[in-house]
């Protein structure tokens, strides 16, 4: 008994000990925490603190997107993404939930507000174990009028997170040179806005800008508690950045790409305008496109061609092949070639002209440019050398890109091992080059001979500190003299003025001169060769207006548009180029030229004068003497004495000869009446404008009564007859 009892006082003063050692630790613990204030080395006070610490992220803006005139063509817009709160356990008080509490009337509500179906939101508002969902690509990029709409249906538990997405105001507007930019998250990361394409690529990391932070005490519901402090980390926004494009221009555009797209429907469109002064692009464009917002379309194309795609530009290349002639001084107007075939050698087939080789005779180098003849261009080349002209399109920096600053620039490729490929590359067959070459070379041909290296961007603005970084116009070579490039700039005017000329009734513009020639390459067959039939091929025109000081420089392409029996590959080219280049012209101010006043002269008789004094006074006052028989003596004229005329105006002079028809091809109804009524001949008129044809052979005697029928035929009509002679060609040569 005493034995048990002794054993139980001492087990009880082992659990005394124990217990008292137990609270002597916890007493020294607590005493050392309350005088040093920490636990294993670390702060109570900041661990306290920081269970009560929020940080959010202040977003960065990312940088607009302006044209030259700070236009917005790019920037950041207010967005929502709508959310619902399941969780039962955010609301305090039942009579004002926070929470979702009738899943099916919300269901039904937001159906008709957002793109899914009562039944799919029904579906998330039900989700079990979840104390908050999203809804989707639905519920975001909402814009503040659909945000306002759901609000006021004050259903419990609905909300928004205000977020920010990249708006285009201007819907299709350059959508491949701008390119676009849409929200990513990468694991662990905050979302943000990453350019995807064009600008919005290549400018990515200046456009981006570097997000701040508030830092604050909070409660379990994140709000801020009273007194407490906040710490503001300022976010950096993005640079902003003005393009050398101008919107009325780009509009100018778009609108005519849009009209020749629908009304044509080519495979493509590829535009540009330039200053060739500077380099700036002004406007550029092609067909098809994209929507950035909704990126409708983009599977058609998503590169931008006019620097990306390289093709054979076909005839005009022979504008930097003629200036390089120029230059070498061996390009004589006046000097003649004969035109039709070119043999290089015995094995090859010969190059021809594009009108199956017929050609037109022998012709001066002048027409030769005028009609685009391949074989003048040969001729030309024999004249200034394969080394030399090879020289050149390195001076013109074709094989090279441009370096102008957007992604994925193509260099093209000059084709130049064999004979054949040194011939054709006059004339723009078998090299291939880009829309943006295109434009860097023809801008040493308007700007005296300066080439300008292009550009896009004019300046860079850093919005916090106002710092700018602008783009100076570089000069990317000098390959002619001012000279020669005037006299290229005259010789180009003739293809536009002349009635031998390709451009001609395509390209002329009221008020203003234009220099420029046409193109129409060959398409390369997959299989090898040239696809065939009309509208197998790349039609363009590059242009500059006005031809003594051009301020505007222009280059069109479109391939293969869906054309009538009577159209030609020209009129959809010409379609998008004269009205732009009109519209920008006097957007710009550019003062049309004024036109030379005619000159009126009062007819004297000249039947006081033989046929050679006539004919010679005419002359020079201007006027085109046409003589009727073969005698000394003047009998009668039209227009007849005390008559005012034009200069440049046919007279008709009747001599005592005998009487024989002049050739009147393309003369007008009242010339050839004149004609008519002093050899007192029967004239049968068929059809309007320029005469076509005649029945009686130029140069055949005729005796008065006799019946002269003659064909008529608009200025149009005789350019198409002209272009469907030629529709056919061999593969060795291109349209024109």
């Known amino acids: 008994m005493n034995v048990q009892k002794k054993n139980r006082n001492i087990g009880a003063a082992l659990l005394f000990f124990i217990f008292g050692l137990l609270f002597f630790v916890l007493a020294v613990r607590f005493i050392t925490i309350q005088y040093t204030g920490e636990v294993k080395g670390q702060a109570l006070a900041a661990k306290a603190s920081q269970m009560y610490l929020r940080t959010d992220v202040l977003k960065a803006k990312r940088g607009t997107i302006y044209d030259r005139e700070g236009e917005v063509i790019a920037e950041d817009s207010a967005s929502y993404t709508l959310i619902a709160v399941l969780d039962e356990t955010v609301t305090a008080d039942p009579e004002h939930p926070n929470h979702v509490v ?25 989700k079990k174990e979840r104390k908050q969902v999203e809804f989707g690509p639905a519920g975001r990029d909402l814009s503040h009028r659909v945000k306002e709409e759901i609000e006021k249906l004050k259903l419990p ?4 997170i205000k977020d920010t997405k990249r708006f285009y105001p201007n819907g299709i507007f350059a959508s491949h040179l701008i390119g676009y930019a849409q929200r990513e998250q990468a694991d662990g990361k905050p979302s943000e806005i990453v350019g995807k394409a064009g600008l919005e690529q290549s400018y990515n990391k200046m456009l981006t800008g570097k997000d701040g932070s508030l830092t604050y ?3 379990v519901w994140n709000y801020i508690l009273p007194n407490a402090k906040k710490q503001i ?3 950096k926004n993005g640079n902003d950045i003005y393009l050398t494009i101008d919107k009325k221009i780009q509009t100018f555009l ?6 020749v797209d629908q009304k044509y429907s080519p495979d493509r469109i590829l535009a540009v305008v330039a200053d060739p002064k500077t380099g700036a692009i002004l406007g550029m464009g092609q067909r098809p496109t994209y929507h950035p917002v909704t990126r409708e379309g983009i599977e058609k194309t998503w590169h931008n061609e006019v620097v990306e795609s390289s093709f054979e530009p076909g005839s005009t290349m022979k504008i930097f092949s003629l200036a390089a002639s120029v230059e070498e001084g061996v390009f004589n107007p006046n000097a003649t070639f004969p035109s039709g075939k070119y043999y290089i050698n015995k094995k090859q087939p010969p190059i021809k002209d594009h009108n199956q080789g017929r050609g037109w005779g022998p012709i001066t180098y002048l027409e030769g440019v005028q009609r685009s003849s391949n074989v003048g261009f040969a001729y030309l080349l024999e004249k200034m050398g394969t080394d030399t002209w090879r020289e050149y399109m390195d001076k013109f920096k074709f094989g090279q890109k441009t370096g102008i600053a957007l992604p994925n620039e193509a260099s093209g490729k000059i084709l130049y091992d064999w004979p ?6 006059v004339f723009g067959q078998g090299t291939t080059v880009t829309s943006m070459q295109m434009i860097q070379a023809a801008s040493a041909i308007a700007n005296d001979g300066k080439m300008m290296k292009p550009y896009v961007v004019d300046k860079i603005v850093d919005p916090a500190t106002g710092d700018v970084t602008e783009t100076k116009p570089e000069v990317s070579g000098q390959p002619l ?16 003025t002349s009635d031998n000329g390709t451009g001609n009734q395509f390209y002329q513009l009221d008020g203003y001169s234009v220099a420029g020639k046409t193109g129409t390459a060959q398409i390369a067959a997959p299989g090898g060769g040239y696809l065939q039939g009309r509208e197998n091929y790349i039609f363009s025109f590059l242009g500059m207006a006005p031809k003594d000081n051009p301020k505007l420089l222009m280059y069109v392409v479109v391939e293969k548009p869906k054309l009538k029996q009577d159209e030609n590959g020209a009129l959809p080219v010409s379609e998008i180029f004269k009205p732009v280049m009109k519209s920008s012209l006097q957007y710009l101010n550019i003062e049309p030229e004024k036109k030379k006043e005619a000159v009126i002269i009062e007819l004297p008789d000249l039947t006081e004068m033989n046929a050679r004094q006539a004919s ?23 227009p007849k004495h005390g008559d005012t005329v034009i200069e440049g105006e046919r007279v008709i002079i009747k001599t005592d000869g005998k009487l024989s028809i002049p050739d009147m091809a393309g003369w007008s109804k009242r010339d050839v009446l004149k004609v008519a009524k002093l050899a007192e001949l029967k004239v049968n008129m068929v059809g309007n404008g320029y005469l076509t044809k005649q029945n009686i052979k130029p140069k055949s005697q005729v005796s008065p009564g006799d019946q002269l029928v003659a064909n008529f035929a608009s200025q149009a009509d005789i350019m198409e007859k002209k272009k469907s002679e030629n529709d056919k060609t061999d593969e060795e040569a291109p349209l024109d």
């Open 102 to 126: 009738d899943p099916e009337k919300t269901a039904r509500e937001l159906s008709e507000h957002i793109p899914l179906s009562e039944q799919e939101i029904y579906e998330l508002l039900t």
């Open 157 to 160: 538990g609905i909300g928004f």
């Open 217 to 219: 005490k909070g409660d």
């Open 233 to 235: 980390k300022e976010p």
């Open 254 to 259: 778009e609108d005519a790409m849009n009209k």
């Open 420 to 425: 054949i490929e040194k011939v054709t590359s």
């Open 481 to 496: 003299s001012p000279k020669s490039a005037k006299e290229v700039r005259d010789i180009l005017e003739t293809v536009i």
């Open 616 to 638: 010679a006074h005419l002359k020079e006052k201007g006027l085109v003497p046409v003589l009727l028989g073969s005698g000394e003596k003047v009998l009668a004229h039209s």
